[in-house]
T-cell receptor, first 114, second 113 residues
Framework: DGGITQSPKYLFRKEGQNVTLSCEQN?????MYWYRQDPGQGLRLIYY???????QKGDIAEGYSVSREKKESFPLTVTSAQKNPTAFYLC?????????????FGPGTRLLVL | AQSVAQPEDQVNVAEGNPLTVKCTYS??????LFWYVQYPNRGLQFLLK????DNLVKGSYGFEAEFNKSQTSFHLKKPSALVSDSALYFC???WGRGNKLTFGTGTQLKVEL
C-alpha cells in the first residue's frame, strides 16, 4: 500500500448525501484509477485519469464524479444518485496509462449507508 | 471484449504442499496478465505480471505463474504453501492500447496446518 493513501478508512453516508473519498499518491505517477469492490465480484472501474485535468468514465461511472486538479490527488465523490453505494472503494495509480504498466493500490475506503 | 475467469471460488491446501490458483483469459491479441493478492480489509498487493518473453514469471513471496498461450491460461503457483499465504487472489488482464484492467472474481486461498 506504500505511497498511496486513502481516507477515511470507513465512511458513513446518509440518504441524499454526497460524500467524498480522498486518494493521494506520492509516487509521481501520472495515471490514477478508482475501483469499486463488492463481495464475490472482481473490481470494477469507476473512473480513471491519465493526466492532470483529464479523466475518463469507466464501466460504472453513474452516480459518481471525480476531479484531477493536482497530479497527486484524485478524489471521488459518491453522489445521492448512486442508489447502492455500499462497497469497498480502491484507488490505484500507475506511472502512466500504458497497458503493460503495473497499477498499485491504496488501502481502501469502506462506505456504508446509514 | 476482454475477460478473465477464475474457475475456483476457494482453494484449500495443506501447509508445505504446492498450490495452484487457476486463471484463464480471453482477449483479441497479446495479453498483459497480472496477479494481485488481497488480505482482509486491505488494498491489493501486486505479485507478478506477464508482458512478453519467458512464459514462467517469478514474483513476490515465492510465487510464480506460467503463461500458456495455447490454453489461454496464467495459473499462479507456489512450490510450498504457508499459512500466511491465506488470502484472496485476483487475476487481471489488459491488452492493446486499452486502459481497462479487467479483474477476475477472485479465489480465496486457505492454507491449513
Amino acid at each position: 500500500d506504500g505511497g498511496i493513501t486513502q481516507s477515511p478508512k470507513y465512511l458513513f453516508r446518509k440518504e441524499g448525501q454526497n460524500v467524498t473519498l480522498s486518494c493521494e499518491q506520492n509516487l509521481n505517477h501520472d495515471a490514477m484509477y478508482w475501483y469499486r469492490q463488492d463481495p464475490g465480484q472482481g473490481l470494477r472501474l469507476i473512473y480513471y485519469s491519465q493526466i492532470v485535468n483529464d479523466f475518463q468514465k469507466g464501466d460504472i461511472a453513474e452516480g459518481y464524479s471525480v476531479s484531477r486538479e493536482k497530479k497527486e490527488s484524485f478524489p471521488l465523490t459518491v453522489t445521492s444518485a448512486q442508489k447502492n453505494p455500499t462497497a469497498f472503494y480502491l484507488c490505484a495509480s500507475s506511472i502512466a496509462g500504458g497497458p503493460s504498466e503495473t497499477q498499485y493500490f491504496g488501502p481502501g475506503t469502506r462506505l456504508l449507508v446509514l | 471484449a476482454q475477460s478473465v475467469a477464475q474457475p475456483e471460488d476457494q482453494v484449500n491446501v495443506a501447509e508445505g504442499n504446492p498450490l495452484t490458483v487457476k486463471c484463464t483469459y480471453s482477449v483479441s491479441g497479446n495479453p498483459y496478465l497480472f496477479w494481485y493478492v488481497q488480505y482482509p480489509n486491505r488494498g491489493l498487493q501486486f505479485l507478478l505480471k506477464y508482458i512478453t518473453g519467458d512464459n514462467l514469471v517469478k514474483g513476490s513471496y515465492g510465487f510464480e505463474a506460467e503463461f500458456n498461450k495455447s490454453q489461454t491460461s496464467f495459473h499462479l503457483k507456489k512450490p510450498s504453501a504457508l499459512v500466511s499465504d491465506s488470502a484472496l487472489y485476483f487475476c487481471a488482464v489488459r491488452w492493446g492500447r486499452g486502459n481497462k484492467l479487467t479483474f477476475g472474481t477472485g479465489t480465496q486461498l486457505k492454507v491449513e496446518l
